[in-house]
Every structure is written in C-alpha cells, then in structure tokens.
C-alpha cells in the first residue's frame, strides 16, 4: 500500500468537515500511511459545573476527565475508521492538552516529522488563507511542515 517515508497526519474533531477534509487528501494523495489524531483540552476543573455536579452525584472532576478521554479516544478511533475507509493505512491517536489543541497538534507533527498535515478549517479568509484565530490558522503559523488545509464542502474543493 504505502511506505513509511510517506505519513502523514490528519488532525480530526469530529466535525463534518473533518470528515470532508479526508475525502479531499484520499482523492488528492492516494494511500499512505496517516496518524489519525484528535486533540482534546479537559473541560472538567476544580471549578467548573460539569465537576461541581459529577461531585454532587458520587463522581469528581477526574470521573469527568476519565469520560472526556473515553470521548476523544472514541473521536480519534472514528477518524482513523473513516481515513481507513478512504484508503489510509491510519491509527488513531489522542493528544490530551492543558493548553490551546492547535498546541498540541504542532508538538506531535514536530516529534513525528510527517510529509503533510491535512485539516478541515471553517472556510479562506478574502485573502486566501485560513481564518485567523481558527486551530487551522494556529497550526499553520507554527509548522515547518506543509499544511493541506480543507475548506468545507462547496466552498471551492
């Protein structure tokens, strides 16, 4: 199918236009190898609501953190179904963050050194580029790597 000097990563969230953002790179790139990740920043503080009421009913914060890690693992198991569908040799993976996901997105494409990044984005600013303050436009202004950004179906692809 593919060899191992041609991974690549697809950032996934579930989105439909993640899911579109496959369907382009399996159309565009043919088969390779693809680490499927999906990277998720805990909800669940000492202060938040969802941790006052898992508290109120038995639980803590780290029950609601355990539940959101089943939900990203879940997410990122979804993708990498969908990618292998499509025809990726892909495996999914999740990256838990304390801080902005697109954060978390640049250290693994920076630990792994892939080809390519493939990523849905909400649509191209006037002047052609990804939305500013969008985790696409954070992650392409901090890579060395090439970015292959997926605007959502209709919107030119």
């Known amino acids: 199918m593919s060899t191992t000097n041609d991974r690549i990563v697809i950032a996934y969230d579930g989105s439909e236009n993640a899911r579109h953002a496959i369907a382009v790179a399996a159309r565009e ?14 909800l669940a503080s000492a202060t938040s609501r969802l941790a006052i009421y898992a508290v109120a009913f038995g ?7 355990e539940l959101e ?3 990203a693992r879940a997410t990122a198991d979804e993708g990498a179904r969908i990618a292998r569908d499509a025809g990726f040799d892909a495996k999914a993976i999740t990256l838990r963050s304390d801080g902005p996901v697109a954060d978390a997105i640049v250290r693994y494409v920076a630990e792994h050194a892939p080809q390519l990044v493939v990523m849905g984005t909400r649509g191209l600013s ?3 580029s990804v939305i500013a303050g969008s985790v696409s436009h954070q992650v392409t202004q901090h890579l060395h790597t090439p970015v292959l950004t997926v605007p959502p179906n209709g919107a030119g692809v």
């Open 29 to 42: 790139l043919g088969p390779r190898h693809a680490d499927v990740v999906h990277a998720w920043e805990p």
């Open 69 to 71: 890690g089943e939900r």
């Open 126 to 128: 006037g002047a052609r």
């Open 59 to 65: 639980g803590t914060a780290g029950d609601e953190v």
